[in-house]
């Protein structure tokens, strides 16, 4: 269950008054060359319609930025990891990482607003607030059966800024991470667009982002339907250290022929940035287990997943895990690999 505090932050979700002027003046701009003074009902019922989105925004109305319900649901992720309250250093972290975005689509009496994001090397969190969806709504599921997501062909489609040269990818995944209704029945959607980049690119060094939905729906219900494309840049994310590690050989266990077997695995170029870790190893078509945490100064542990992704460059098989929340590697002691630590450069 998600705690109260986090779904205090959510029902605080609201637009700003002077958002919801730029959206009335959007809705008339791209009206305007369309409606003419020689048709003054489709003017009434364009000033109608902008009108009522007025509403509809103005009570979707924002005290506060919306930024902070990415941080807070960051921080009820680092209690699930750590057992403890976020701490002010990764805070400092997230507010570092996280932009405004503040642009929105409406199809079918349905907006779409990408507000803010959270950027990582490979992965973007975005915060999408949906209002007009027709409640009640329900909550989302713990067992993963009953679960908001797009039944379309939903597309996330990320590109470096201009100029710069084209991402080379090992493929990625894409979708709603998290959801959340609030008691007013607007839903606050965490989308999560994750690529494996190869070598050293990163979205940190600045990107355009085309987010594609075709539908919403809830398991098997639709909710509502498209399409919406939001459309939005990412600036560069500045003076982002990492770790590093030359050599080492990581404890690892691997099943053959029904066997579980123990090795040492020799690995190279260990990078730790503050949102994901990866090395390289010889090619051998074994799948292994390597449990892969941080362990901070304060004796916070932060534990990867499973293995994130991965891609082939020459003989050398590159691996990638994601960290899940962002961390400050100011506050990094060692990374762990099952039960050896590794201290960090």
Not at 6 to 20: C, T
Not at 283 to 290: F, K, P, S, T, V
Request: net charge negative; charged share 25%.
């Amino acid at each position: 269950m998600e705690d109260k505090k986090l779904n205090r932050v959510f029902d605080q979700v609201k637009l700003s008054p002077e958002r919801a002027e730029a959206m009335l003046a959007d809705l008339l701009s791209e009206k305007r060359e369309v409606y003419t003074v020689t048709n003054r009902k489709k003017i009434a019922a364009v000033l109608a319609v902008a009108a009522a989105m007025l509403l509809t925004t103005v009570a979707l109305a924002a005290a506060l930025d919306l930024s902070e319900v990415l941080t807070d649901w960051f921080g009820q992720k680092w209690e699930e990891q750590s057992g403890e309250p976020i701490k002010e250093e990764q805070l400092d972290l997230l507010n570092r990482l996280t932009q405004p975005i503040n642009i929105h689509d409406t199809q079918n009496g349905v907006t779409i607003i990408a507000d803010s994001a959270t950027v990582g090397d490979n992965t973007i969190w975005v915060l999408l607030v949906v209002d007009g969806l027709e409640g009640p709504l329900p909550e989302q599921g713990e067992d993963g059966r009953h679960m908001y997501h797009n039944g379309g062909q939903e597309d996330c489609t990320i590109v470096p800024s201009a100029g710069k040269m084209p991402y080379r990818s090992a493929g990625g995944t894409f979708g709603i991470y998290s959801a959340h209704v609030t008691d007013d029945g607007r839903l606050c959607l965490i989308y999560r667009c994750s690529e494996w980049l190869k070598d050293s690119d990163s979205f940190q060094d600045g990107c355009d982002v085309t987010l594609k939905i075709d539908e919403i729906m809830f398991g098997r219900t639709l909710l509502a339907k498209g399409p919406w494309k939001l459309e939005f840049s990412l600036e560069a994310v500045t003076d982002m250290p990492a770790l590093r590690l030359d050599q080492a050989q990581f404890p690892a266990r691997y099943t053959a022929n029904g066997i579980e077997k123990e090795v040492l695995l020799n690995v190279e170029d260990v990078q730790v940035s503050s949102t994901d870790i990866s090395f390289t190893r010889k090619a051998d078509n074994i799948i292994y287990e390597m449990p892969i945490s941080l362990l901070l100064r304060d004796g916070t542990e932060v534990s990867c997943g499973t293995m994130s992704g991965g891609y082939l460059k020459g003989n050398r098989w590159m691996e990638s895990r994601d960290l899940p929340v962002p961390v400050d590697l100011a506050q990094v002691e060692s990374l762990r690999v099952g039960d050896t630590e590794f201290l960090l450069q």
